[in-house]
């Protein structure tokens, strides 16, 4: 086996795992399923991108765009949540889903990718499905933000180790997306 495919292979399951424990602890939270919601959506894009290096389809290449659409949804979600939730009304959490519908729809098409080897040829909606991703990361690093300088304000030492470790485990993933 592929030693890049083995990789992700075990990063998928760690990360499965670490989904599920959380998840158990308290299932009935949005923290708990948002964090799992995250780590599905990265174990499905590993998943996919396992996939299209083993396969070379571009059916998995375009599996890929679905699941970032999945791990901003999510991200937005967990850090409006965590430490302490936002006091904005809950059709604000519906609402940040929908840019993901249209993406769940356009991904098996060429509408965002049309054709991965021998070189890229991007859809005429990837630059849409760039920005929209931009917004959930946008956003969600910016709840932390908020979070962190809410607990500073607060004294809370606790929370602000908590959203700096969330912070640097998200700014870490990232660069190493």
């Not at 080897?117 to 933000?145: D, T």
């Amino acid at each position: 086996m592929d030693p890049i495919v083995l990789g992700i292979a075990l990063v998928s399951l760690f990360n499965l795992g670490l989904g599920v424990i959380v998840l158990a602890r308290k299932a009935n939270s949005v923290v708990s399923i948002a964090f799992f919601g995250i780590c599905v959506s990265f174990v499905a894009w590993g998943i996919a991108i396992a996939a299209m290096f083993y396969t070379e389809d571009i059916r998995f290449a375009r599996a890929t765009f679905v699941c970032g659409a999945g791990i901003g949804y999510f991200l937005v979600l967990l850090t409006a949540h965590f430490p302490r939730r936002f006091p904005l009304p809950s059709w604000v959490w519906g609402a940040a889903i929908l840019p993901w519908i249209p993406f769940l729809i356009a991904a098996p098409t060429s509408r965002i990718l049309v054709q991965y080897k021998p070189e890229q040829i991007i859809g005429p909606l990837f630059p849409l499905y760039s920005m929209i991703i931009g917004v959930y990361f946008v956003w969600g690093i910016g709840n932390l933000i908020a979070q962190l300088r809410g607990a500073k304000a607060r004294g809370d030492t606790t929370e602000r180790r908590q959203v700096r470790a969330v912070l640097l485990g998200i700014i870490g993933t990232m660069s190493l997306a």
